[in-house]
T-cell receptor
């Protein structure tokens, strides 16, 4: 099976609330993780990345948390906006010369 | 920069037909990739290339071929189209290499090519 998976297929949040999207990975050798956002009809776009020697990394309105003990990755979006509605993918990489492995994706729907 | 450009955006094929999906990038990236995305699923790697003249198989290479004669172009060839190849295809590129934050491993994706095989 896939080594990168997402707990829930869909997430619905109220505009202005914070969103938390979770991702589990099974390979403890993974050392690099990326979150991508895919809007309808478009290719995935980079949001934020994190290395395995970090627990947390912040971007603009987004934070990625990495818990290596339980092999869990999360993406937090502050003050969720309608433009955040999209499918979100986590991806992992094991070493410099390996390829990214993508999870199935979770749909974030923002209610006005 | 145009980024990653894919053509065509849409195509309908009959079973057994062949076609080539084109991909070009103008960012001087070394690594290029082809993924397919089936409904409700993540991205599956078909083929990738770490530089001109070098290609390698990904997770789902059967039924496809690629070539990398230049740094900029990475076409994907379907020789005998089958209904199982109905999907959205994404080309991507990156500098590749070490896991530098926000750098070499960030893939830039094209807008996708939707292929239907009937």
């Amino acid at each position: 099976g896939e080594s990168v998976g997402l707990h829930l297929p869909t997430l619905s949040v109220q505009e202005g609330d914070n969103s938390i999207i979770n991702c589990a990975y099974s390979n403890s050798a993974s050392d690099y993780f990326i979150w991508y956002k895919q809007e309808s009809g478009k290719g995935p776009q980079f949001i934020i990345d994190i290395r395995s020697n970090m627990d947390k990394r912040q971007g603009q309105r987004v934070t990625v948390l990495l818990n290596k003990t339980v092999k869990h990755l999360s993406l937090q979006i502050a003050a969720t906006q309608p433009g955040d509605s999209a499918v979100y993918f986590c991806a992992e990489k094991r070493g410099a010369n390996s390829k990214l492995t993508f999870g199935k994706g979770i749909t974030l729907s923002v209610r006005p | 920069n145009a980024g990653v450009t894919q053509t065509p955006k849409f195509r309908i094929l009959k079973i057994g037909q062949s076609m080539t999906l084109q991909c070009a990038q103008d960012m001087n990236h070394n690594y290029m990739y082809w993924y397919r995305q089936d409904p409700g699923m993540g991205l599956k790697l078909i083929y990738y290339s770490v530089g001109a003249g070098i290609t390698d198989k990904g997770e789902v290479p059967n039924g496809y071929n690629v070539s990398r004669s230049t740094t900029e172009d990475f076409p994907l060839r379907l020789e005998l189209a089958a209904p199982s190849q109905t999907s959205v295809y994404f080309c991507a590129s990156s500098y590749g290499g070490v896991n530098v934050l926000g750098g070499a491993n960030v893939l830039t994706f094209g807008a996708g090519s939707r292929l239907t095989v009937l």
